[in-house]
């Protein structure tokens, strides 16, 4: 594979006509200072700088980042740049460049989550691809089970479900076991609970897994239920939709034939970029997209998004060089570093139950908490609409897990410890 960097995109859209004004400004600039990655998660002044690259409204404080990422200035400079030159190129370069230009993504983006560009195909976001990789899978026959959790994201569930009428299967959801303010939950927690459900569903053949589930933060050890599942004949389909740029993990490391991946969320490119990832070797087990090329063993014909947006595919390998640098491994420990500093207080409260464990392994920055009682989506929105109302922070209410609705704290790069003080004040006087 060639050593794709920002430069040689540089050049080759400049050989494709795309533009010849592509430059980084030397303030866009980070670089990370020396010292282990926790020692720069508390490193108020490197992310000051890293702050000032977002341009944030004042209005609130905004601790609901994980709908999506906001671009960072240069990436959005990038984006709107791509728009305005599309916008007067049109369909000349539709038609005659687009193609060589694809090809040149796919080896950025490949590059970035470390698998072979013919293993990928860009999508509009990890919902769009693991519906595609669901619908798609073709292993299954009728009176086979396929087990989700109520943990995975709605649409994923709503996919799975589907398959009794496209596959004649039997879904099965499965509830996982909730940490409570005396018991948090452990790893093995979670194996047991896995193994319990797969053998009491003999029958499963396919299993939904989720990396870092959306409604709580909670991280499940993939690669290990992927074992247990594969030993019992059973593939699985993962959802890493706020892995990538949140937590820094290798997509082979999973195990997982089967991927869907957001790029913005955690690693700020413009709305509207994912990517389906399928194991090389096992192309044929999802079916072509409604009838593309029937038989095709090419990755890009499991999906068909129609026009895309060329500007915000465009303008992914700008996001993807902010994002190397500041680095995974210190994004990683920077959203953990906010999230335990709210955590860690909100813990004393009377009534309140984090949803999450403390272990590293098992939580990053996204984080659930619950009001004893507060379990329905409307008590929950009155809630959200509280804090958001009378303290100035943004949250977000999610309704999933059986347990009940809860309200989702999600921090950012550009968010300060004082942010995290601030909800901690807020709940102090709620929980009051």
């Known amino acids: 594979m060639p050593n794709f960097t920002r430069r040689t995109f540089v050049n080759s859209a400049i050989s494709l006509g795309v533009a010849t004004s592509i430059t980084a400004n030397a303030s866009d600039s980070i670089v990370a200072p020396k010292g282990t990655t926790g020692d720069v998660a508390s490193d108020e002044n490197f992310w000051a700088k890293v702050a000032s690259h977002y341009d944030v409204t004042p209005r609130i404080t905004n601790l609901e980042n994980g709908y999506w990422g906001i671009m960072a200035e240069p990436v959005l400079r ?174 082979r490391d999973m195990r997982c034939k089967y991927v869907g991946v957001n790029l913005h969320k955690w690693v700020g490119a413009p709305i509207g970029c994912g990517v389906i990832y399928i194991k090389k070797g096992h192309t044929q087990d999802i079916d072509t997209y409604m009838g593309r090329n029937p038989g095709s063993d090419r990755v890009t014909d499991r999906i068909d998004t129609g026009t895309a947006n060329f500007a915000a595919h465009m303008a992914i390998p700008s996001a993807i060089d902010f994002h190397n640098q500041i680095g995974t491994p210190h994004k990683e420990a920077r959203l953990r570093y906010l999230r335990n500093l709210w955590v860690k207080e909100a813990r004393k409260l009377t009534g309140l139950t984090v949803l999450t464990p403390d272990q590293p392994d098992m939580v990053a920055g996204l984080t659930s908490f619950r009001l004893e009682g507060i379990t329905t989506t409307a008590a929950n929105n009155a809630l959200m609409r509280q804090l958001a109302d009378e303290y100035g922070i943004l949250t977000t209410r999610r309704t999933g897990p059986a347990a009940g609705d809860c309200i989702r704290v999600t921090p950012s790069f550009y968010n300060s410890p004082d942010d995290m003080m601030k909800l901690v004040r807020a709940l102090q006087k709620i929980t009051a």
């Open 78 to 251: 990038e984006y709107q740049r791509l728009s305005a030159w599309l916008n007067k190129k049109n369909t000349y370069y539709a038609r005659f460049k687009w193609a060589d230009t694809y090809r040149e993504l796919h080896q950025k983006v490949a590059g970035f989550l470390s698998v072979e560009p013919d293993e990928i195909v860009l999508t509009r976001g990890a919902t769009e691809a693991l519906q595609a990789l669901i619908g798609g899978y073709n292993k299954l026959r009728p009176g086979d089970t396929v087990l989700y959790a109520d943990l995975d994201y709605s649409e994923m569930k709503n996919a799975m479900a589907w398959l009794a009428d496209r596959r004649r299967v039997k879904p099965v959801k499965i509830n996982f076991p909730e940490p409570t303010q005396e018991n948090d939950l452990t790893e093995e927690d979670i194996l047991s609970f896995y193994e319990q459900a797969l053998d009491a569903n003999p029958k499963t053949r396919l299993l939904l897994l989720t990396h870092l589930n959306n409604w709580t933060g909670l991280i499940i050890p993939v690669a290990k239920i992927t074992a247990m599942a594969e030993a019992r004949g059973v593939d699985v389909i993962l959802d890493a939709a706020h892995s990538v740029g949140q937590v820094d993990f290798n997509i």
